[in-house]
């Protein structure tokens, strides 16, 4: 069995307002987590990306590094912590709202060109064979408001969504490309666990008077409590309980066919 992960955490973009503080916690967590204390992931076959390193050109280069190869019965893990967004869809046809989420990698202007697509997403792990055992994490927001403040009054807390770019709005509604969910010929073969609904925003906190995503930080801590026997559906069902429990005002999300087994093979 194979093991690759990529873990892409953006806490500082060019821009100071949108600058967050506990992306790169949130990767170095799940590092530790999957290689020291589970010792299921190579730490040789671990990458890392984080801030200026995490241009949307190199995310995708590392994507492709992290596909390529893979087979039946390899783990693969893409973790990614940082700001997100929505944006007018390419495919309306597809989208009820007329939207698709996005996440905001280093250089993102509010360009088509420097946004990262659900679809582009869809389309990259398209060809990753059946039987591989492939988890996909985004602690960002889905945020419908671009223009909201992200702090909170204490400033304990701020949120995952990107400020002061006008994202492009669609002259490309009729383009004639496929629709790459549709490429990827059915339902997600992986599992996707994502920190909040497409209408909300994740948080960025101070927990144990430390920094990171809440949504990570109680995934880690229940994966490490019931990840050994409880399917990742019922691990995000817990998680929640505890976003609820603590006051964090977002609903985690699972999807995907791989959702219905554990987090490790």
């Known amino acids: 069995m194979n093991t690759k992960a990529l873990l892409v955490g953006i806490n500082k973009y060019p821009d100071p307002r949108n600058s967050l503080r506990g992306c790169i916690n949130d990767i170095l967590d799940m590092e530790y987590f999957i290689s020291e204390k589970n010792k299921v992931y190579d730490k040789t076959k671990i990458k890392k990306l984080t801030d200026r390193q995490a241009t949307k050109k190199e995310i995708v280069n590392q994507i492709k590094w992290l596909t390529e190869g893979a087979q039946a019965g390899d783990q693969l893990l893409f973790h990614y ?49 059946k039987g591989v055992h492939f988890v996909w994490i985004s602690d960002s927001c889905h945020a419908e408001d671009l223009s909201r403040d992200p702090k909170m009054e204490n400033e304990a807390v701020m ?4 400020i002061g770019a006008r994202v492009e709005k669609s002259h490309l509604y009729n383009n004639p490309i496929p629709n790459p969910l549709m490429i990827a010929a059915g339902p997600f073969r992986g599992a996707l666990l994502s920190a909040c609904a497409s209408h909300q925003l994740s948080a960025d906190a101070i927990i144990n008077n430390r920094f990171n995503g809440a949504f990570t930080h109680y995934l880690i801590q229940n994966l490490i409590e019931y990840g050994a026997t409880k399917p990742m559906e019922l691990i995000v069902q817990l998680v929640n309980k505890d976003l609820d429990h603590y006051g964090y005002d977002q609903d985690a999300q699972s999807e995907g066919l791989l959702a219905k087994k554990t987090f490790f093979v």
Request: charged share 20%; with cysteine.
């Open 81 to 129: 912590s940082g700001h997100g967004a929505q944006a007018a869809t390419l495919h309306p046809h597809a989208e009820s709202d007329g939207l698709d989420e996005i996440i905001c990698p280093y250089n993102f202007n509010g360009s088509n060109e420097t946004m990262f697509r659900d679809k582009e997403f869809a389309h990259l792990f398209a060809g990753i064979p």
């Open 159 to 162: 949120f995952r969504n990107f």
